[in-house]
């Protein structure tokens, strides 16, 4: 939790300063006279500098060990790179198939057994395809396979 | 080097091949994509499902139109979209003012040159509008007390787009200033105006209509060479003397680049029709107010440069573009 | 009574066979709507839209309509059950409404999120039927400095809503600012922030975000089985143990009480609208509470406040959208694009213009309102069921539903990686003790915040008194203001009586 917390404001400074010399530099404080585009920016950043300073002020007195468990952080892998896979494999399957085949994944990842994987691919895909496409008419990027 | 230019010829020639000639005769032999780059029930939106209805109720093509929204970024998401269909002849979009101020403003990854001009539809003056307990009842009033005190007036108008460069236009004809303050939207710069928040603000006739007939607004003056039919009372710019206040937004329809001409053919032809149809003049362009102007490709196309030069003019004018 | 007259004309058009069919469809259409994972009522509005034409107006309209207040019903029902918000005005449901269900308490947030709806919705439907004209001239008060000082207001709520340290819910407010900030900006028309991504230049939606933020991030919980197991009610689902109990009620009815007002004076603000209304309700109803501390653990109140604001904001929004023909919110502007369509001009003259599309439209929301609330209560228990569900089963059917809300939103690529990439952040804030809720709700106000900071001072060139010197303007500013001093005062007082003693 401490070395967590030390870490994330640690982060939070490096965005803040990010923030702050873009909107200096980039965008423009101030604009004839009036506040520029990176006027907003610029004060919001600043806060974020001084609550971050807060934050690891008070780290110290935060108690010490990790934020994560083995299994959350297992957890937090695999949906995650779930995400990330889904979008891939998107781009070449087409969304409806990608959504079905990493739920079917994701089942068998979960502790489901290989039956439930395998119901889930085609139950999903087929309720999607009803759901989104032909009544919510929104246009999935299609696969190979036409759809 | 040279095979490579040779084996990109043959292929060239093997997809030209597939792709014109026969095959052409029967186009659309499938569905046509209609984009539209922003979200649904949108300005273009609505305009995109009625000709989409138009054009199955009155057969104007084999095939129909399936509206697809493609919004975000101000158009230049769904813009980027089509325009990366280089030459294919089964997907079109809308054409507002976003299709020349978004790449010209912000840094769209397309601009106007990466399409093939269809067909113009009609286009949409401006009105500039008072609030009725304001003490300017003309636009010469305006135009004195903007004399009188530089920036002294607000003028409520959408972000940069067509309210900017109305404004730019009329501050540079007779020589005054304006403030000018950017709203997220019509309707947000229309109910500043109601509240009496600002002086001034641009609105299409769609948009003013219901605010005029109540009485709640009054326009001063149109931006377009001619008087409307549907509000005779309302003068022209070029009547008060400032013949050069012209600005529009054009509607209309683009393809991506390079698509065959035969298709073009075919998809100029059914626009041609839906302008001549009396649904299409009674259920769009009549309820929504939009000036209804038929332009083919080839016009289109002028027509097309010829507003890019004239947002270009204003936008250096007023300081956006260098 | 005059308005009676019309009233009952009104009902004379909505309870015929047609128009009631059409509202049926309609608020079914917009629970499910409403329920699946991000999409909201503007959605479900415009696809809908193309069906209408050629009907009866009427009849279309009240369809629309019915899509849009059904979708704040249906909000409710999968933040409560899997921590997703259904749409942006359900957000502050899952702070209380999840937590409720984890602790098998699920048919009673649900009960009590329709039976708060179905006030609120009513309530308001009864101001708008009396006051709606008179009403939409309050909406031409608020100017840009009057906005501003609304959105200062606002956020001045988030000291009520940040966790164990203040630092870190000022932090995750702070960054929920600054993630506000992408996009063009408004005066330059230059993308800030963007980084070249055309999908950033309208700027990031906060349902994307709120879809990892709180959805993925509450999965990744449940499958690592850390949220206590999710479990349905101990008793039997009978209808009485569904409902909220006694004591639920004698908790809740002040705050839906309050929740109805707000939500319906800030749904009638062009721009504001029910996710803000929502969250103010909900603020406000925790700093109004006897027992803050149960706030974000399961206080059935807090379900009852934003549910019956985001629905009296539905109403509202018909204020200036039917009076003044100025659209308040996505929805509404859909809805204005459609009345143009069916040749209907909303505004000052469409109540004499067409009096039986304005009334059977009134008519038509008490009508819906009383079918929405008794649909969802007969079905309450059936909702619940998805709680039975295995818990992989469940985690891998709602995270590819929630990448699919997150894709049909904007039918983007880009965004399902925002939502997926707001889910890992939002997981380790979660771990880390920092607060989501002021950081969502900050993204939802910042943009106006900055807009009509800029616009006032554009409009004063300059002149910071603006935001001073006009009464509203004044007056919401000073209660800002006290919504900080006064519990930061009351806060070191207790502490320094306690020190004392």
Known sequence: MKRGTQISAVVLLLLAIYIMVTSIKKLGYKLNGLPGPGYAPFWIAFFLVIFALGILWEAKRLPGGSIFTRRTLKMLAILTTAGIITILLALFLGLLTSLALVAGALVLLLGGSLKQ??????????????????????????????? | MRKSVTLLAVLGLVLGLCGSGPAWAAYPDKPITFVVPFSAGGGSDVMARAITKVFQDEKLLPQPLVVENRPGGSGAVGYAYVARRVGDPYIIATVSSSFWTTPLTAESPVNYEDFTPISGLGLDPFLLMVNPKSPYKTLEDVIKAAKEKPMGLTVGGTSLSDDRVCTGLLEKAAGIKFNYVPFEGGGEAMTALLGGHVDLCWANPGEALNQLEAGRAVALAVSVEERLAQLPDVPTFSEAGYPQVVHYQLRGIVAPKNVPEEAVKV???????LHESQAWQKDYMERFMVTPRYYNAKDFANAIVERNNAYIAVYKEIGVLK | METLELLINGFAVALQGQSLLACLIGVIGGVIIGALPGLGPSTGVAVLLPLTFGRNPTTAIIMLAGIYYGAMFGGAISSTLINTPGDSAAVMTCVDGHPLAQQGRAGAALGMASLASFIGGTISIIIFTFLAPKLAEAVLWFGPPEYFALMVMGLSTVSGLTGKSPFKGMASMLVGLALSTVGV?????????????????????FITVALGLFGIAELINLAAGESGQLKRTEVKLSFRNMLPNKEDWGHSWPHILRGTFLGFFIGMLPGA??????????????????????????????????????????????????ALGVPGS??????????????????????????????????????????????????????????????????????????????????????????????????????????????????????????????????????????????????LLAVAVAAVVIPAIRNYQRASASRSI
């Open chain 1, 117 to 147: 994987a395998v119901v889930t691919v085609p139950t999903v895909g087929i309720c999607f395809y009803l759901l989104f496409q032909r009544l919510l008419m929104v246009s999935f990027p299609k696969g190979p396979f036409g759809f």
């Open chain 2, 267 to 273: 998809l100029e032809a059914a626009f041609k029709k």
């Open chain 3, 185 to 205: 900006d408004l005066v330059t028309g230059k993308p800030r922030f963007c980084f070249g991504r055309p999908e950033l230049f309208s700027g990031i939606e």
């Open chain 3, 273 to 322: 609208g029910g996710t803000i209304a929502s969250f103010i309700s909900y603020s406000m109803a925790k700093r109004r509470s006897k027992r803050p501390e149960l706030f974000g653990k399961g206080a059935i109140e807090g379900v009852a406040a934003p549910e019956s604001a985001n629905n009296a904001a539905s109403v509202g929004a018909f204020v200036p959208l039917l």
């Open chain 3, 330 to 475: 996505a929805t509404t502007a859909v809805l204005l694009g459609a009345l143009m369509m069916f040749n209907l001009r909303p505004g000052p003259l469409i109540f004499q213009r067409a009096p039986e599309f304005v009334w059977g439209l009134i008519a038509s929301m008490y009508v819906g309102n009383v079918m929405l609330v008794a649909l969802l209560l007969l079905f309450i228990a059936a909702f619940v069921r998805v709680l039975d569900t295995p818990v992989h089963l469940l985690v891998a059917s709602v995270f590819v539903l929630i990448l699919a809300g997150s894709f049909s939103l904007n039918v983007g690529i880009f965004e399902v990686g925002i939502t997926v990439a707001f889910g890992a952040i939002g997981y380790v804030m979660k771990r880390l003790e920092y607060p989501p809720a002021p950081l969502v709700l900050a993204l939802v106000l910042g943009h106006m915040l900055e807009n009509s900071f800029r616009q006032s001072l554009i409009m004063s060139r300059g002149d910071m008194s603006i935001f001073f010197t006009r009464p509203l303007s004044l007056i």
